[in-house]
């Protein structure tokens, strides 16, 4: 059954600094792997997503990630956090024959100035 | 920009219950989705809807839970008899196109709260 594990529950980070978020997948074929950000309020926004092709894909607001199959991982990162990158990360997995997204545990990141 | 829109953002409801959630879709999307999340658990996939019927569900989404598009704008959450476990955030999710290639955009969320 497919799964998907975000190891850190919350990560705190001073504005700046690069970001990195953890994201491992369980799936037997080549996953859909998506990046979703929340902010207090909002709905869930896409970051990115990978289907194939180049395994470093890049998202809105600066976020890249990249997949890495050897190590079932899918790593967001960010090379400089901004104050309003304050939120919560999801990383999702689906397929491809299913409509439906199974979703990380989340992350909680905090920024201090 | 097009955004998906849910209320009540909050709903307190008793035991027994009957509740409804409500979400307006992104206007020109044909696949509808909810999911929810009890909170520090996972989100969790619910059930998918187009053309007017269940595409797929979950195995949380049992009798107690029924979906329907009443009109060209709403798409709705019917929980029957509300139980503790339901407490949830609902989220509403609409895609253009179906298949996890397409963009699903989320709503806000419903909190929802049985007492």
């Known amino acids: 059954a497919q799964s998907v594990t975000q190891p850190d529950i919350h990560i705190t980070v001073s504005e700046g600094a690069s970001l990195e978020l953890r994201c491992n997948y369980s799936y037997g074929a080549t996953p859909y792997l998506f990046w979703y950000v929340q902010s207090p309020g909002q709905g869930l926004q896409l970051l990115l997503k990978y289907f194939s092709g180049d395994t470093l894909v890049q998202g809105i607001k600066g976020f890249e990630a990249e997949f890495k199959r050897s190590q079932s991982s899918f790593n967001l990162r960010k090379p400089s956090v901004h104050w309003s990158d304050a939120a919560e990360y999801f990383c999702a997995v689906g397929s491809y024959n299913t409509d439906k997204l199974i979703f990380g545990t989340g992350t909680r990141l905090q920024v201090f100035p | 920009e097009p955004e998906v829109t849910q209320t009540p953002s909050h709903q307190v409801t008793q035991m027994g219950q009957e509740v409804i959630l409500r979400c307006v879709p992104i206007?020109?999307?044909?696949?509808f989705y909810w999911y929810r999340q009890i909170l520090g658990q996972k989100v969790e996939f619910l059930v998918s809807?187009?053309?007017?019927?269940?595409?797929?569900k979950s195995e949380i989404f049992d009798d107690q839970f029924s979906v329907e598009r009443p009109d060209g704008s709403n798409f709705t959450l019917k929980i029957r008899s509300t139980k503790l476990e339901d407490s949830a955030m609902y989220f509403c999710a609409s895609s253009a196109q179906g298949g996890t290639g397409s963009e699903q955009y989320f709503g806000p969320g419903t909190r929802l709260t049985v007492t």
């Open positions: 206007s020109n999307h044909l696949y």
């Open positions: 809807f187009y053309n007017n019927e269940i595409s797929e």
